[in-house]
Every structure is written in C-alpha cells, then in structure tokens.
C-alpha cells in the first residue's frame, strides 16, 4: 500500500502543471510527462512530443527529464501530485502496481483496440502483471554477445565464428586473456561479472528459472548451482586477487576507459544500446555481436529481454489525455521513427520494411531475432525483482570472492526470496480486496 507517511517529503515534487498551462496561453490540456532519459534518448522522446503536439490542438505534453525516476515518481504519487504519463522502468511496473501507485490500462486498450497480441510476446509481458496491463512499451532492449573481432584475430580464433556454447566461451576467454611479463592481466577474455548489471540473469544461459510462476523460489536447482559453479571457475582459474585488480582498473560505463570499448576486455555480456557508445568513445572498434552462448546449442538464443514502459500514475490530473498520448506512440510509424531514433528495434510484431533501411545499429535484426525467440526472457512477474536482483548479487559476490560455497550462497538467498516473496503476497491481497472490483469496470 501506498506509505501515508511519506506524503509530506512527496508535495515537495510538484509538477507545477497550474502555473505551465498558465504560460502555455491557451486553453489546451497540459500533460506533464516526466521520463527519466537524458541525451540523444531525450531527443528521440522530445522529437515525438513536438510531433504529437502538432497533430492537434487539444492536448499539449510537456517533456520533464527526471533524474531517479523510481523514487521521485512514488513520492510524487504519495503526494497527490504525480504527472500525468511517466517513462518507466519494466521492473517498476512490479514495485509500483502492488503500491497501488498506477493505473490499469485495460478498459483504454480495449476501446481503442489495442491487443496484447500486437506486440512481441517477450516485450507485452512485461507490461502485465496479476491480470492487468499497467503500461504500454516505448523502446525495448534485448541482450547478445559483444565481442573484439581483432582479439579474435590476434589469438588464432574466427572473428565470423563466435562461441556457441559456455564451455566453448571458457575456452576461448582463455585463449584471449593475455598477460604482462610479471604475470599480471593486460587483456581479459571475459568475467562474468563485468559489468556487474546481469548477475541475476545468468541462470536462463543454463536452464534455470528464479521461481515456480506461483509461490516457489527455485534458486537451489541443479541448473541455478551450475551456474554459480561456472562463475567460481573464473577466479580459481585466473586468481581472485588478479581479477580484482584488473577489473578494478576500469572506468565508468559511460567513458572511453569502460574495459571493452578501450579494448582490454575481449567479450562482453551487453544490450543492443551497446552500439551507440562504441561510436561515441572508439568508433574505429573492430566487433561483432552474438547470441550469448549457453550451457548447450540445443538451448539457443537465450536473452533477457527489457523495455521502457509508458504508465499513467494513479492519482493523474488528466489520465484520458494521457492516453492518448500513449496511444499515440504506439503507432507503428511513431514507434518506428522513436525506436530508430535510439538505435532500438520496435516492440510491435508489425514492422515496415522501411524500419531497417539504414538502421543505424548494424545488429538490429539479431537484437530483433533474440527478443522474438521462444527463450527470450522478460523480468520474471513476481513482487520481489528488486530484492532478488540484490541477493542474487550479493550470492555471486560471495562465490566471486570465494567467501562461500555456491550451495550455501543460494540457499541463504533463497531462504530471504522467499520469506519476503511471501509477505509481498499478503500485500497484495490486501490492495486486491479493495481494488479489483474497481479496476475491472469499463
């Protein structure tokens, strides 16, 4: 449930919509729109905005970048003062819809025609959550093999044939990790902990799965161990001390000193945005992109599968013209200009062929494939990602550092996952009492 007790901190996070339609000097709706992109992802969004805005003269969306958007927007909604349609992470939708902070978007999708079954299946799911759709997708993100075609080269290895397995990948980081003469790492074939973003992931590369679908963790399973066994290998096999001070030395992601794009990292786990910083910070870069390998080939095109998602907090001033904002986007042809505009591919099953003529990223169609595939994997819908990604985390770290065992790593993770999965349950019980009935009406 919503926290009452926040609500003073949150009227702090007006949106100034009363004194914006002001200046605006006309009587259209002014929808504030807070989105937590910045840069050329800013541009794309504010490009449609200024395209929406023209089309009419009812509504007017006002483009606000929000730094922390996760916070601020559940303040702001505590407070009885949220935007009127927000950009969202996926996993929001989760923390967000079992605070009673959003708005099913049902009835509008089905008076306006708008089908689950136009969208990607791996890409829709992340919108929906206990029966209802909370959002609609803006530009989604899939995750494949990056890796240094000229390392390749160098340590006698293909740069067309790419790793098709897990223990072809350990093989060939071996072979790509090179040392000075006082045995101290220089180029680094791979470790699966840089960057540290997919920790809980990995286990879908081996067949696992975090839960049930119902109530159950599922971390324990033979394919979760093998998992956490494959990520202790890697500082029995090149030192735990080594690893630490090699990774140690790189800089932020958003730099030339990330270890893969100044090119002492040779492969990497990364999302089809990956493209766009290798042309900012070394676009002479010599790479190709993969399906990240698995545990065996007849487990193919594993991925994990992200995307931004459009809502409407509950509490809006104006949620119908919010909508149609939405609405808007969803447009094969609004869609399509925004997700090639951020080097994305289009959530929507239908795509023009226009849409890959001079795409700007090179690998579009393989970021396209993997989110289609039947392996594909959104965040898994359940009320506890947030806990789950910090204690599948903090486990890897404890095997990373050789501190604990994988099977005393994952127990103790899931012995959390589960408690609070349970109590998460209860919470929800509790809103669905009051809620459902409400937001079933048309």
């Known amino acids: 449930m919503i926290l009452p007790g926040l609500a003073a901190t949150a009227v702090l996070l007006s949106c100034g919509k009363d004194s914006a339609s002001k200046q605006a000097g ?22 449609l905005v200024d395209r929406f805005n023209r089309s009419q003269d009812r509504i007017l969306v006002e483009y606000v970048q929000v730094t922390d958007i996760r916070g601020k927007l559940l303040l702001a909604t505590i407070g009885h003062n ?8 996926a996993e929001t939708i989760l923390k967000y819809s079992d605070r009673d902070a959003l708005m099913p978007l049902d009835h509008y999708m089905e008076r306006d025609g708008i089908s689950p079954e136009d969208y990607l299946p791996a890409v829709i799911e992340l919108c929906e959550y206990r029966g209802f759709y909370w959002g609609l997708p803006a530009t989604p993100a899939s995750l494949a093999l990056h890796y240094n075609k000229k390392h390749f080269r160098q340590a006698g290895l293909d740069p067309e044939r790419p790793p098709r397995t897990i223990a072809e990948l350990d093989e060939y980081a071996r072979k790509l990790t090179r040392y000075d003469e006082d045995g101290h790492i220089v180029q680094l074939g791979f470790a699966p902990v840089e960057p540290s973003w997919f920790k809980a992931w990995y286990i879908w590369w081996f067949g696992g799965e975090h839960w049930d679908g119902k109530s159950e963790m599922t971390l324990t ?37 990330n270890l893969f794009l100044n090119e002492k990292l040779s492969m990497q786990l990364q999302g089809v945005w990956m493209a766009n910083f290798i042309e900012s910070y070394n676009p002479g ?20 599968v992200d995307s931004d998602i459009l809502v409407i907090p509950n509490g809006a001033r104006h949620p119908d013209e919010a909508w149609e904002f939405i609405r808007f986007v969803q447009r094969q042809e609004n869609m399509e200009a925004l997700c090639k505009a951020q080097r994305k591919f289009s ?20 970021f396209r494939h993997l989110a289609e595939s039947p392996n594909a994997h959104p965040v898994p819908r359940f009320p506890i990602v947030e806990v789950m990604r910090d204690e599948m ?17 994952l127990e103790h993770a899931e012995k959390i996952m589960q408690s609070e999965l349970d109590r998460r349950e209860r919470q929800w019980e509790r809103i669905a009492e009051q809620r459902i009935q409400e937001w079933s009406k048309p």
């Open 285 to 304: 870069m010599e790479w190709g992109v993969a399906p990240f390998p698995s545990v065996s080939e007849e487990l193919s095109d594993v991925t994990f």
């Open 221 to 257: 399973t033979k394919p979760c161990l093998e998992t956490f066994r494959w990520v202790r290998s890697f500082p029995e096999t090149y030192g735990a001390v080594e690893l630490h001070r090699f990774l140690s030395g790189g800089g932020q992601f958003r730099s030339a000193q």
């Open 393 to 409: 985390s903090v486990a890897m770290d404890k095997v990373w550092l050789r501190e604990d065992t994988p099977e005393k790593a």
């Open 26 to 47: 006309t009587e259209r709706v002014h929808v504030v729109y807070w989105e937590k992109w910045a840069d050329e992802e800013q541009a794309a969004m504010e490009e």
């Open 347 to 366: 959530p929507l099953k239908a795509v023009s062929p226009e849409f890959y003529t001079n795409h700007p990223n090179p690998n579009i169609d393989l």
């Open 82 to 89: 949220p935007p009127d349609v927000a950009g969202v992470f």
